[in-house]
Structure formats: structure tokens, C-alpha cells
T-cell receptor, first 115, second 113 residues
Framework: ETGVTQSPTHLIKTRGQQVTLRCSSQ?????VSWYQQALGQGPQFIFQ???????GRGNFPPRFSGLQFPNYSSELNVNALELDDSALYLC??????????????FGSGTRLTVV | SQQGEEDPQALSIQEGENATMNCSYK?????LQWYRQNSGRGLVHLIL?????REKHSGRLRVTLDTSKKSSSLLITASRAADTASYFC?????????????FGKGTTLSVSS
């Protein structure tokens, strides 16, 4: 539907474990951002990557980390999972560089449940 | 923390009626964007309005922006059942490393036939 693919769609993990979420952006989309959306809330910015380098970070602890690859794919890694990490994780990409007036294309998200 | 607040939190209307959602924000912005989200899935970009624009149209959507009041509104005319979704405003700031979209909590719109 949107050209941004996230995997897996659903995931259940145990507290303390580590998880890797993946995102495949459209070709040419050099900017990718990750968001966390708790139930009933708006998305919260985790961090952004531009041309494989972190380009900004929201109010999330260091156990949230990411990578962006040359093939326009990216990863979100979360270590030492906590129950409050249960949320929908959204990847968003843009053709334009950060700081431009341009909308983002979002993936359908990964629903993470921590038990 | 969340920058914007949408009002109302929930809105129920009949097909054919107009739906108006409002958004207020706190800091200076360079653009404001509206997104739609169906049933906890991904967000779909609807419209972007720059800070030097006051009104913008796209199909049945009309967005206004009042930077003096730090507010925006989204009007959906002639609503359809398929418009049932959550709507979020998001503010974007330029000239900052790592420009992020700051979202509000959203308005849940229900359109019944």
C-alpha cells in the first residue's frame, strides 16, 4: 500500500529480552525515522537517520538503537525490554533530506507486546 | 512529550455531513501536517501546510493554519463511511538536526451510514 514495508507485523517478547524490528523503505528515500505509538496516543519520535547516520533523537534511552543501510532498509533494536515498551512501532521514510517541507511515508508498523 | 493537541478527542457524524477537527501547538513551526490512521495501522499523509500559508485544499480536505494562535483545523466535507479513522496533526521544524514530526493525540472520527 505505502511502499514502506515493516517486519514482523506482530511480535511477543519477554521482559529483559532484545528485539530487532526491520523496515524497508522506497528506493531513494534517504531519510528514515522511527516512532513509538502507545495505545490511544500519538506517535512519539524515537530517532532519525539520514544517509546511514543518526540525525537526531527523541527522549528515549540508549537501549533504543538503530541502523540504516545503503539499500534503504533500516533496523530498530531495543535491548532489555520493559513492559512499557509494548507499543506499535512505526517506520517513516522521506525522499527529501531532513529539514525540508515534505511529508513522510509510513509503514504499517510492528505491534510489539512485552510480557 | 507531545506538541499538539487535537480537539475534539472523538467525533461521530452521519455520512454527508462535514467534519471539523482542530489542532493546537506550542512552539514555532515551519510546517504542519495532517495524517490519517486506520485501526492502529500505519499513518497516511493527507496534507502539509507551510507556516507562511493560511489555507490549503486537497480534494474534500481543507486545512487552515493560524500561526498567531498556534492552531490549525482540518475540514472534511461530505464525509463518507470510509473516512472513519483517527486523524493526527504533526508539526515539523526546519533547521534542526534530526527534524522530527511531533504528533498530537489525535481525533477519532466515526462516520455512520
Amino acid at each position: 500500500e505505502t511502499g514502506v514495508t515493516q517486519s514482523p507485523t506482530h511480535l511477543i517478547k519477554t521482559r529483559g529480552q532484545q528485539v530487532t524490528l526491520r523496515c524497508s523503505s522506497q528506493s531513494g528515500h534517504n531519510t528514515v525515522s522511527w516512532y513509538q505509538q502507545a495505545l490511544g496516543q500519538g506517535p512519539q519520535f524515537i530517532f532519525q537517520y539520514y544517509r546511514e547516520e543518526e540525525n537526531g533523537r527523541g527522549n528515549f534511552p540508549p537501549r533504543f538503537s538503530g541502523l540504516q543501510f545503503p539499500n534503504y532498509s533500516s533496523e530498530l533494536n531495543v535491548n532489555a525490554l520493559e513492559l512499557d515498551d509494548s507499543a506499535l512501532y512505526l517506520c517513516a521514510s522521506s525522499l527529501r533530506a531532513p529539514g525540508t517541507n515534505y511529508g513522510y511515508t509510513f509503514g504499517s508498523g510492528t505491534r510489539l507486546t512485552v510480557v | 512529550s507531545q506538541q499538539g493537541e487535537e480537539d475534539p478527542q472523538a467525533l461521530s457524524i452521519q455520512e454527508g455531513e462535514n467534519a471539523t477537527m482542530n489542532c493546537s501547538y506550542k512552539t514555532s513551526i515551519n510546517n504542519l501536517q495532517w495524517y490519517r490512521q486506520n485501526s492502529g495501522r500505519g499513518l497516511v499523509h493527507l496534507i502539509l501546510i507551510r507556516s507562511n500559508e493560511r489555507e490549503k485544499h486537497s480534494g474534500r480536505l481543507r486545512v487552515t493554519l493560524d500561526t498567531s494562535k498556534k492552531s490549525s483545523s482540518l475540514l472534511i466535507t461530505a464525509s463518507r463511511a470510509a473516512d472513519t479513522a483517527s486523524y493526527f496533526c504533526a508539526t515539523g521544524r526546519l533547521n534542526q538536526a534530526g527534524t522530527a514530526l511531533i504528533f498530537g493525540k489525535g481525533t477519532t472520527l466515526s462516520v455512520s451510514s
